[in-house]
Structure formats: C-alpha cells, structure tokens
C-alpha cells in the first residue's frame, strides 16, 4: 500500500481528543477505514480535506499539545490498523506512482512485505550504488527493507540476491505438520530461474466523441484497484475452468435441523461456513492451489497456513475480507467468525488486517442467481473457486429419480502451477466432503 | 490535388529539444523505439544551448580570462588595458561554441534516425501531437509522448516594462552592448553570473536581491567567499532590497530601489528565476495533471505523469532546474519506455554556480540535516592550507562534507573556491555511490590538486 485517499474528516481543528478516538475515514486500494489518533491531544491542524490521495508517510494531522507537552504529527501509516502509541511513520520509497497505476510492477504484491524491515538506515538515502538499486528493481526487491552488509551499512549485490531468494523460500522452508499431502507437486531439478515476462500495452482508444456524447467519470479507488488486480489477473495468469456439482441435500438438512441449535449458542449456521471447511480440507490434500508463483525466481510459493477470502459484494463494490487458519478451526467458531466479519463489512469497518494474506477465494454469486460463474483469479493466489445457486434437480440415484439439491460449482485455477487433472481431482475432493457432511463436523 | 495533413505515426514524440529531450530520443533510439524530437525552433539544444548554461560559460570564461589578466599585476605580469571587440567576442560565442555544438547534436540526431521537427507542439488527445509551423499543420500520432518544454525566464511581478534596456537572460547573453550603469535584479545564480560577466566587461553593476542574502538556500559557508568578491567587482550591493518602480527615462532607466531611493541605469537584467513552461500546450486535452505550486508537470520516480501515455522530464516537472537532472530523467524516461527497470532515484544532483569563485555543492546540506534532524559529523577545509590553492594565488577557498554520524557515510558536499565546478564531480559519485569519509580520505589525490581537499576534510571527519 503507498497511498490511500480520505473519504472523511471526523474532528476539527481545535478539537480535544482522547487516544484511539476516530480521526479520518480513509478508502485505501483495499478497503474503507477509521484512522484512529495515536495520542491524546487538541488537534492544531488538518492537512488533509475528503477526496484527497496522500502518499503513506504524509502529515496527516498535528497535534498542539500532546500528553509529553510537545507537538507531533499523525503520519499515514503503512498499516493503518497498527495502533502503536508512537506512529513510525512508513517512509514512502519516492513518490508513489501517480500515473499508468496499471503497469505491471514486477513481484509487489500487495500484502506484508516479503522481507522482514532493518530498523538500520531508515533515514535518509538507501546506502546502495545506483547499479545495486537497479539490480533490486530488476530483483523486485524493496532495498528498504534489506540490511546491507557492506561497510557502513551499505547494501551490496549479494544482499539483494539474498533477499530476493528469502522472500522466494520463506513460505516452503517450514516443514508442516499438517495433512498428508497427496499431490506435492515435483520437486524442483536443480537451481530455479526466472520466467519470462510480458508485457502488454492497451492501444490507444478511438474519439467516441465522433459518434455521440461521452462522459468520462473518474474511477473510485476501490474500482481503480479492482480493475488494475482483475486486468493483471486476467492477462498474467492463463486460467482454466472446471466445473462439477455437489449433492448437498444431506449438508442443507443438517444445517437445517441445528439452526436453532448452534442459535442458542450465538452462531448463524450457513451454507458459506461449511464451504470454507470443505475448501480448507480439500487445499490441505491440495497445496499447489494454496500458493503463489513467484515468477521471477521461477518457483512456487506453497503457504503452510490456510487463510481463506470470500468475495463479498458491497454497494463500493468488491471486497474480499479475509478468515484466518479456516482448516484448524471448528465449525461453529467459524460460523461465528464468518458472521461477525460480515457485520464489519456491512458497516464499512473491516480493517487492512481483515483483507490481506488470503491464500485462495471463494466467490459465492447464489444469492443473486445464476447457473454457474466462471470466476477470475484474485492475484497473486493461484485458485477460486465459484459457487451459483443451489436448486433441487432431478437426480438419478440407484436407478431411481430423486429430487436433489444441487449446488453448482467452478473452479477457475492458474494452469501454470496444475493441470487439468490436479483441478479435477482438488473439484472431486471438495464435492466428496461437501457430499459426507459429517466430516466437516467430526470436529465440533 | 488538396494537401492532406501530414500524420506520422512514431513510438514516442518528444515535446522540446533541450537536453532533456534530446536525451530521451536518443536513448530511445538506442533501445530500439522509433522517436521524433517536436521543437518550437526546430534545432537541438534548448536552452541551456542557444541562451543558458553554454553561452553564459562562455562569456564567464572570457571573464575568468580577463579577472587572471588582471590578478597577473600582482605577480609583476602587466597586460596592460585590455581592449574587448564585441562583434569578434559575439561572433567566437554564437559560431565557435553554440553553433558548433549545435551541429553537434544534428549529427547525432541524424546518425541515431532521430527526426527533428519545428514547429509549435500542441496536443489534441492522449496520442496526437498537433505541430504549428508558419502555416503548416502537422500531426505525430504517438504511442508515448515525453514533455520535455523546460522553462523560460520569470517577469517581475506587477514591473513589466517593454523596453529593449529590460532584459532577460536571454537578451542578456546576446551581448547588445556593455552598458556604463547595469542593474541586475536578482542574486541568485543567474544574475550573479551575467553581473559578473558585465561587471568583468567594464559595467558598474549594481545587484539588488529582495531577500537578506546572496543565492537563497546555499549554504552560508559556501555563499560567504562569493559575496566578499562580489562586493568588489560590482559597483553596489543591495540585499533586502525590492525594487518598487521602473520607468524609461531619457534612453535610460529609472529604477525605484527601497531604501537606496531612485537611481538611473542603461540597462536592466531581470534575473529573478524560471519559469516551468506548461501552458499552452493542450495538457488540458490529456490526463497531464499540473502541480498546484508552480505549475509544474505531476511525475513520479519513473517520470510517469497522471496521463499513462505521457512522461515528463527536466525543468517543466520542477526544481532543481538543471540542464543535467533532465538529461538523466531523459534518460529515465527513455529506459522504462523500453521496459526497463530504470528510476530517477539519484541521491545527489549537482548543482554549479559560475561566478569567480565557483560555488557547487551535491547531496544533503547543512541546513537540511538540521530540518531532518539527521545526525551528521561535519568537516570544513578551509583552502589557506592548501599548497595548490596558494600556487594559484586563491586561498579563500573553502571544501565542506557532511557525513552521517553513525555510519560515516557522506551524505553532502559544498565546494566554493575556483575549480569548484569540476571538483563536485567526485563528490557527487561518492554521495551517490554511498561512499563512506574512509573511502574518501584513504584513496590517493594527486598533490598539488585541489582535490586533495577532498581528501583531507574527509581526513577530519576520521578523527
């Protein structure tokens, strides 16, 4: 994240307020959030107005007299929902980019960065030589956040190389304890090299104007970064569909009898919790569709956590707030984890930490209609998987036609990292388990 | 037959032929992309050719050539009067060094396929360029365009006065003539220039600066030298000083000075900066996005602006002003047009001031660690103790460095004595390069140089 743009002011110069009160609302390429204060003060000066980008790092407001007596700044930061007492504010790496936002920015995903931060040298210049710094942006590797081993702190070639091959294996480097896996994928024969790049540049539009009147509106940021994500996705990632269909007549009749059950204890049962312990079961036998490709270093990431994302329509358009280690967590702790996130989202108060480090997607479009979806990846996972209405169909079952509750599913995955059959064995295992509820339950 | 317009379709056009421009089209020719040069005078060089860095060079080395002449009585040489021949002095300036240096650039253009065109540019959308040449009208549909229309001389605000005794730099290095009384508005680096060019050439120069020192925002230290010279070669020196009135008065001019009341001059420099040069040129029919202060063109490290086709660089996206910064950002530009991982993300830009002593400095200055509150051991040489200076009968020299106080590290360098310009060259690759004040005082320099200053200040930071 280098910027974010203010939806709102919620104080005014002058003002007395007490630490954490709310201070602005700010919509950042990922969501819409309060910026609480970082210290008790009267507020001397705002320097921020709605509708305004400011950079990360940027004064946003200054307070007269702090509790120490002395005046300080609030400073955007980097994570927003970082409530540190003193705000250290993110340093910005130049200004961010202002314009072609859409050019490819080779392997700056967003989310954490990759490398853990050097406290050392975070003032002042990057103590690099300018072929060094060229060979970290070649490296796509942010200088920093790397300790430089050189005399005086400076950073050499091999401490960027270095970098770049962490950042590469951290995830795979932590041996798991979790589920056997049935389909590792190979392991790698000797040093891994980078893939090639492409690069695409759209051709310029026609005047529309010379047949008819245009308006040009301006994209929200949320749809800016909406369409940057979908349109990298869409041509970095060569997608495959598969489709398949769950019978999951048995599952809705257990929801069905224990609704007034798991109510009684707080929780909303609901189609969407299951789902995500079926998915996070099927991803632990699965781990190619729980990863990333890291181009650049021509290896896969393969994530030891499972942290699942659902779509969610808002009236600002797509958000995907994020639920954490989905496979380790019993139902009902999930259903009541689902529920409270979707109340946020309702709101508009997820936070940065509820939409980032998702490993895979679900997208359910039931709700709305609809046979079946074929769903574009959400960069830089590798998988999604599409849900559309459930309805009863007639189903041939042991020679007899029986009503049967369908839900149509759609697995859209990244054909660099599985194939077609991997895709369908991943689909196979999510219906089985969607199919023999009692063995997403067996732990609640 | 009707002529049709004339539209040729290149990779990139670039708007302006200065050293940004033209070092954008050349890299880009060298990587590969078809690139045009659209360039109101049609010629190659901009201004810092045809009315900034070089002819104002050359006159100050006529200057230089003249202060040593003149210096020589002290060591028993006597040249006696010098006597200056304008026309052959104008004719050596615009034919030996601009225009020869101009020829330069065209052989290089036309050697790399790099097209000039003259005329007006204009844009009509984010992928044509509409060129205006007397009556001609040519379009260049492009797929990226690089701005690169650099700036021109500021007016005094609310003294306009059309008059040929008003001049601006450009008027001024033309040479008219060398007027008994000139005033020169404006002490920074412009007008300490050409008042020491005209002042070298015989005028009686009198400087006013409205603020309370020479070249605001140069170290003082640095400045210190300048100003004690400065008060010698020029008839008057007024700082805090604004002038209030100009009017022509019988074939000369009348200027009203605050606190230094009316006085007449022959002639008047207006040297009170620059000027970005953004406007009329159909931005408002692209995503370009001007900054509110200066109107400078929006870019990033990359020299991307807000319209994804267009790119910017040098003078028109903003300060420091300087022929070099927008060759490299030309540079820039050119490189992720290709689809290279290139940034404008230098850490010292060198900035020179001409005038006899030179003043140069590169990196963080003193006043800027004091802001940041960056932690710096500073050194200063101070010139009487060195054995080159006092050959050279110049010992009010003086080398500062800044390095970081925990690591060492040189994070800035000021230089003022003569030379200095030349001397900021290794400075500036050691900032840039992240050297640390070891590096510098352990690598050997040649004695007697002034470089050894280099050295020996980074000697005092070791201690």
């Not at chain 2, 040069?37 to 006159?59: N, Q, T």
């Not at chain 2, 009067?81 to 290089?108: F, H, M, N, T, Y």
């Not at chain 2, 020029?234 to 022509?248: D, I």
């Not at chain 2, 590290?409 to 200095?420: D, E, K, T």
């Amino acid at each position: 994240m280098t910027e974010a743009e203010i939806v709102a002011v919620l104080v005014h110069e002058g003002d007395v307020i007490r630490e954490d009160a709310p201070l602005l609302e700010v919509e950042t390429d990922k969501a819409q959030v309060e910026i609480p204060s970082p210290m008790a003060g009267r507020i001397e000066k705002i320097h921020v107005a709605p509708g305004q980008t400011v950079k990360v790092g940027a004064v946003l407001v200054t307070f007269a007299d702090s509790g120490a007596g002395l005046g300080a700044d609030a400073r955007a930061e980097a994570s927003t929902a970082t409530r540190a007492g003193a705000p250290a504010a993110a340093r910005p790496t130049g200004p961010a980019p202002v314009g072609a936002r859409a050019a490819a920015r080779p392997a700056a995903p967003a989310g954490p960065a990759p490398v853990a931060p050097a406290p050392a040298a975070a003032q002042g210049p990057v103590a690099a030589t300018p072929a060094t710094r060229r060979l970290a942006r070649e490296l796509g590797v942010e200088l920093r956040a790397v300790r430089g081993s050189g005399p005086g702190g400076r950073i050499l070639d091999a401490d960027v190389r270095a970098a770049r091959a962490g950042a590469a294996t951290r995830g795979a480097s932590r041996p798991t304890t979790a589920a056997a896996s049935t389909s590792q994928p190979t392991a790698p024969a000797g040093p891994a090299k980078p893939l090639a790049t492409i690069g695409l540049e759209p051709p310029p539009l026609p005047r529309f104007e010379q047949w008819g009147p245009v308006e040009r509106v301006p994209l929200s940021h949320l749809r800016r970064t909406i369409a940057e994500r979908m349109a990298l996705s869409a041509t970095l990632i060569p997608h495959v569909t598969h489709f398949d269909r769950a019978d999951i007549t048995d599952l809705d009749a257990i929801i069905t009898r224990n609704l007034e059950a798991a109510r009684a204890k707080g929780v909303t049962l609901t189609l969407t919790g299951f789902l995500l312990k079926a998915t996070a079961l099927a991803l632990g036998r699965h781990p190619q569709f729980n990863a990333s490709l890291d181009p650049a270093a021509g290896e896969m990431i393969l994530k030891r956590y499972c942290h699942l994302g659902v779509a969610v329509a808002t009236e600002r358009g797509l958000i995907v707030p994020v639920i954490r280690d989905v496979a380790a967590k019993p139902m009902l702790e999930l259903a009541r984890e689902l529920a409270a996130l979707a109340q946020r989202v309702r709101d508009g108060k997820t936070t940065l930490d509820d939409l980032r480090g998702g490993t895979f997607t679900i997208t359910n479009i039931g709700a709305l209609g609809g046979t079946a979806a074929i769903p574009i990846i959400n960069y830089p996972e590798v998988a999604i998987l599409g849900v559309a209405r459930a309805r009863l169909e007639p189903v041939v079952r042991q020679g007899q036609i029986a009503p049967r509750l369908m839900l149509p599913l759609t697995l859209t995955f990244d054909h660099r990292v599985a194939d077609g059959a991997d895709g369908a064995r991943f689909a196979t295992e999510i219906v089985s388990l969607l199919e023999a509820p009692e063995r997403l339950l067996s732990e609640w | 037959m009707v002529m049709g317009e004339l539209v040729d379709e290149v990779d990139v056009a670039v708007l302006g032929g200065g050293p940004g421009g033209y070092a954008a089209a050349f890299r880009c020719a060298e990587l590969g992309l078809e690139a045009v040069v659209v360039d109101a005078d049609g010629r190659l060089g901009g201004a810092c050719l045809f009315e900034g860095c070089i002819p104002s060079k050359a006159l100050l080395h006529v200057a230089a050539v003249l202060g040593e002449a003149e210096r020589a009585k002290e060591f028993g040489v006597d040249f006696g009067e010098p006597r200056i021949s304008l026309d052959p002095l104008r004719k050596w300036k615009q034919e030996r060094v601009v225009g020869k240096l101009a020829r330069g650039l065209a052989s290089v253009a036309k050697g790399k396929g790099v097209e000039v065109i003259g005329g007006r540019g204009v844009f009509e959308d984010s992928s044509t360029l509409r060129v205006e040449h007397e009556d001609a009208v040519r379009k260049v549909r492009f797929k990226h365009a690089v701005i690169a229309t650099g700036s021109r001389p500021a007016g005094l605000p609310g003294l306009t006065l059309a008059s040929d005794r008003v001049m601006d730099s450009t008027a001024a290095l033309a040479l008219p003539d060398v007027p008994e009384r000139l005033l020169v508005i404006g002490g920074g680096y412009i007008g300490l220039e050409l008042g020491t060019v005209y002042a070298t050439l015989g005028s009686h120069v009198t400087l006013v600066e409205m603020t309370a020192g020479l070249l605001p925002g140069v170290d003082r230290d640095l400045v210190q030298p300048l100003q004690r010279r400065v008060e010698k070669l020029f008839a008057a020196l007024h700082l805090q000083t604004r002038v209030t009135g100009l009017r022509e008065v019988e074939a000369s001019i009348e200027a009203d000075l605050e606190g230094a009341g009316s006085q007449r001059f022959d002639r008047v420099l207006v040297a009170v900066g620059r000027r970005a040069e953004s406007a009329g040129l159909g931005l408002e029919h692209t995503r370009v996005r001007l900054t509110e202060r200066g109107g400078f063109v929006r870019v990033d490290d990359r020299c991307r602006t807000d319209d994804p086709h267009i790119f910017a660089v040098g003078d028109v996206t903003g300060e420091p002003m300087l022929a070099h910064r927008a060759s490299r950002q030309g540079r820039v530009a050119a490189e992720i047009l290709a689809g290279r991982p290139s940034a404008f993300d230098n850490v010292a830009i060198p900035a020179v001031v001409f005038t006899d002593p030179e003043i140069a400095w590169c990196g963080l200055s003193e006043a800027q660690a004091k802001a940041q509150g960056t932690a710096v051991k500073i050194a200063k040489f101070q010139w009487a103790a060195s054995g080159r200076a006092a050959t050279l009968g110049r010992s009010d020299g003086l080398t500062k460095l800044l390095a970081d106080e925990a690591t060492g590290r040189l994070l800035g360098v000021g230089i003022v004595g003569p030379g200095a310009g030349e001397l900021i060259a290794e400075a500036t690759l050691a900032v840039e390069t992240a050297a640390l004040a070891e590096d510098v005082a352990t690598t050997i320099h040649a004695h007697p140089t002034l470089s050894e200053t280099l050295m020996e200040s980074a000697e005092q930071l070791l201690r």
